[in-house]
């Protein structure tokens, strides 16, 4: 097992967390204040779409005498990306932990999902943790930080309805574990996150096709784990100094499924997964 990614020093550490507003972001916040606050100062940099929300989070951190900065940023747009890496360039010298977590999915059949859809998708969950990562590179090698990013199992298999976030999160999951080995030996760090199924908003706020919000219900298999959970795991192996955490249910064996017997794997995926056909061929109808 490798050292942990982080170790204590005198000088104040540097979290940045995007979607930190709310559900694993903010699950993510409490548990890191939890693991590292007892060990020097630390300071969050917060950064979510949701103004509001965003700063009544960086006030529950000053009540507890916990310093952060809140960053409103778009991760859909690339201008905003690059603005938001300068002014943290600008704020801090040294970035401790970069936490990839923001993200974005949709529930529509991939011919019933506009371009701008999978654009969107694509950004937030692909673009914008590429572009945070370069943009804080040199602020990353000054801290010897650790990039952490929230992929999914998805990225491993098909989901019906699901193609883009699927497409997106395996684009993250090639990028980062290639970064990692060009890193490794600046003292930079990739811990990837695979989760299956985490009661957060994303799937409550899930783009329909025409990037509307879905409208039928997220389709699940196996436990559905809280943030909070979810989050405690994260930090753990993050303390631990892992480099991939997976998850211990039936995504795990459906990945292994997947590679193995693919066929079979795809007839279970239709099963579990067919109310998506059905909503997607009613909708059909509905537009003759």
């Keep these: 097992m490798s050292a942990p990614l982080i170790t204590p020093q005198n000088r104040e550490k540097i979290f940045v967390v995007t979607g930190a507003a709310g559900g694993l972001g903010w699950a993510l916040v409490r548990a890191l204040e939890t693991a590292f606050v007892a060990q ?7 950064v979510d779409m949701d103004a509001e929300a965003l700063a009544a989070r960086a006030r529950e951190l000053e009540a507890r005498n916990i310093d952060a900065d809140v960053f409103v940023t778009d991760l859909s747009s690339e201008s905003a990306v690059a603005e938001l890496c300068a002014r943290l360039r600008n704020l801090y010298g040294a ?9 974005i999915t949709h529930r529509s059949l991939s011919t019933q999902t506009s371009n701008a859809v999978i654009r969107r998708v694509m950004a937030v969950d692909y673009h914008a943790p590429v572009e945070l990562a370069q943009g804080l590179m040199g602020e990353l ?9 929230i992929s999914s199992m998805a990225g491993w298999m098909p989901v019906l309805g699901r193609a883009g976030y699927c497409a997106a999160k395996s684009a993250l999951h090639q990028y980062f574990e290639t970064f990692r080995e060009e890193v490794r030996e600046e003292g930079v760090r990739v811990l990837m996150v695979y989760p299956s199924f985490v009661a957060t908003n994303i799937d409550t706020n899930a783009l329909a096709g025409d990037g509307g919000r879905a409208k039928h219900a997220q389709s699940t298999i196996g436990q559905v784990r809280s ?9 753990r192996a993050l303390v631990a100094g892992k480099e991939r ?12 499924l997947y590679k193995l ?19 997607g061929r009613a909708a059909q109808v509905a537009d003759r």
């Design 95 to 103: 970035v401790d932990l970069l936490v990839n977590n923001a993200g």
């Design 245 to 256: 955490l997976f998850p211990r249910d039936k995504s795990l064996l459906g990945a292994y």
């Design 261 to 279: 017997a693919p066929k079979l794997f795809l007839r279970q995926m239709v099963k579990n997964f067919r109310v998506e056909l059905e909503v």
């Design 40 to 46: 020097g100062p630390v300071r969050f940099a917060l």
């Design 227 to 235: 943030a909070d959970w979810m989050a405690g795991e994260i930090v």
């Design 141 to 149: 090698r000054a801290a010897s930080g650790c990039v952490i990013n």
